[in-house]
């Protein structure tokens, strides 16, 4: 697997296994308004110049506002070998347990 889209109700699977780097790809002002739990903020824009340091040996779950922008980044880092998921909905349709404020 190279690259997946799963829900946002899904996503408290692969947080709990703890195998996935979270990056949240919102504003930081949007990330201190609420964010998942071990989340790394690390904006769309300051991505897009930065996507080269990330370790191809690991896995990586994005998520943004409403799911393209993380759709987005997904699709382009797959294409290059990496392995990532992409949270449909985003953090707006998220309800679970690793929420936080």
């Not at 990056?23 to 308004?33: F, G, S, V």
């Not at 769309?44 to 393209?68: H, I, S, V």
Request: charged share 30%.
């Amino acid at each position: 697997m190279r690259m997946a889209i799963i829900s946002a109700s899904e996503a408290d699977e692969y947080i709990t296994k703890g195998t996935y780097i979270l990056i949240d790809l919102r504003t930081p002002a949007a990330y201190r308004e609420g964010h998942l739990k071990g989340a790394y903020n690390v904006p769309y824009e300051e991505f897009l110049q930065m996507e080269e340091r990330l370790d191809r040996n690991k896995k990586y779950l994005f998520y943004c506002e409403w799911g393209g922008s993380s759709l987005d980044v997904c699709r382009r880092l797959s294409r290059r070998g990496y392995r990532v998921v992409s949270m449909m909905g985003g953090i707006a349709a998220y309800r679970g347990k690793y929420f936080v404020q």
